[in-house]
């Protein structure tokens, strides 16, 4: 059943005539796959063509596959301009473009389950090596690239339709009436999470090696236009706007993006350009921004109070990793210890967390969380009042934290936690 659904997949979505229902077809198809694949139990591999020696290799997923149905919408509106000439002049191809675009969401939930499994799931969606060819190195796949355009096309309509009801141009095709551009707004809401899900699976996978890939800023064509997309934008983006009027589908989906830029800052500290220190710049001011916001929800600043810990922490520690020994005709497991790039990463940190701490009403701000009845928020508001307390030697700031009443804050945690116990 799976490569069933995957020929059709992949042999729809690339077909020379782009018609309504072929994409049905491929909606179906994408969506049928999602829900095989959302199980907890479920491993990735299945999906996945890894290795030539798989039983029916060429009916699996290979990730370029996936990622041009995540392109689909773009790709199908080109072929569309091509092939056909709407009867009206304008209603035709935005009925189309809905289509397709419910093709990508399924996709963008089948990337979300498949990078939620196993790291070798994940590495071989990232980097993979022509099955067909045994010869073949690995090379990158598109699935990056498709992903920081799909949140950008989804992320920016949920921003406008969040700041006005003014129809606008996405892909190169007008929508003017209300009900094409409301449909539209309701699967650029919906394809956002699942496109925020794996960016946070691809950044904690595989000991954060496709950070580097996930940060980095690529130019699409589309028919019309060539579009930047940075994802890093993206993230910074929803948390603004999330965290501006608490209330829209941008308020909804800020604590997600906050997630995930935690993630792509467990990295930060190594000096420029060292991709995760360089979107600190991006992803911290705008968290902050949501953690002193009155109108950010307590999901949202417990989310930003998390990140920003990350962007301060140490870096992870290694995972034991296998070296082989090819001269001794054997193998050994080995562990490293991140010491030594903790003391050079330190630097930096520490002047990520002043610049914070610097930042109007941060401290207030964290100082009120903690006597938040959301623990999870609590215990990442008292990790960054320690570090600043213990790595930061400013008078100002420990008499912005006094006036702010830090003390009896804590003391109302010791209390809540005696209370707790007794």
Request: glycine share 6%; net charge negative; with cysteine.
């Amino acid at each position: 059943a799976i490569r069933v659904c995957f020929y059709v997949m992949r042999n729809q979505s690339s077909s020379a005539v782009a018609l309504c229902d072929t994409s049905g077809i491929c909606r179906n198809a994408a969506w049928a796959i999602s829900n095989l694949a959302r199980g907890a139990e479920t491993l990735a591999s299945q999906f996945l063509a890894i290795g030539s020696t798989v039983t029916g290799f060429e009916g699996l997923l290979q990730p370029d596959d996936l990622g041009n149905i995540l392109m689909s919408p773009e790709l199908m509106a080109q072929m569309t301009v091509r092939n056909q000439t709407p009867s009206n002049g304008k209603g035709e191809n935005a009925i189309l473009k809905v289509t397709w675009d419910e093709v990508a969401l399924e996709a963008c939930w089948i990337l979300a389950f498949l990078t939620s499994r196993e790291d070798q799931a994940v590495e071989f969606l990232l980097t993979f090596t022509d099955g067909n060819n045994s010869n073949a190195k690995s090379k990158p796949s598109l699935l990056c690239q498709a992903l920081a355009f799909r949140l950008s096309q989804a992320s920016d309509r949920i921003i406008l339709a969040d700041n006005t009801n003014t129809p606008t141009h996405i892909g190169g095709t007008s929508f003017e009436t209300t009900t094409s551009f409301s449909a539209e707004n309701d699967i650029a809401a919906r394809t956002c999470v699942p496109c925020i899900r794996a960016v946070g699976n691809i950044a904690t996978a595989c000991d954060g090696r496709h950070v580097a890939k996930l940060l980095t800023t690529y130019s699409i064509t589309t028919p019309t236009t060539t579009i930047t997309c940075s994802i890093a934008d993206s993230l910074a983006k929803l948390i603004d706007n999330g965290s501006l009027t608490g209330i829209g589908e941008s308020a909804t989906l800020a604590p997600e993006a906050a997630w995930a830029a935690g993630t792509l800052l467990c990295d930060a500290g190594p000096p420029l350009p060292h991709p995760s220190t360089a979107c600190a710049k991006i992803l911290v001011p705008a968290l902050c921004r949501s953690l002193i916001s009155k109108m950010s929800k307590l999901e949202l600043k417990r989310e930003a109070a998390s990140a920003l810990w990350n962007a301060v922490a140490s870096p992870p520690e290694p995972r034991v990793t296998t070296v082989d020994l090819t001269a001794t005709g054997g193998s050994a497991m080995v562990s490293s210890s991140n010491n030594g790039e903790d003391l050079a990463t330190l630097r930096v940190r520490n002047e990520i967390l002043k610049k914070m701490a610097e930042t109007e009403d941060v401290i207030l701000s964290l100082t009120s969380l903690l006597t938040s009845l959301d623990m999870d928020a609590v215990y990442a508001s008292i990790r960054i009042v320690d570090a600043i307390f213990r790595r930061i030697s400013c008078r100002t700031i420990r008499k912005v934290f006094a006036e702010a009443g830090v003390l009896d804050a804590l003391e109302t945690v010791c209390d809540r936690v005696s209370v707790s116990y007794s």
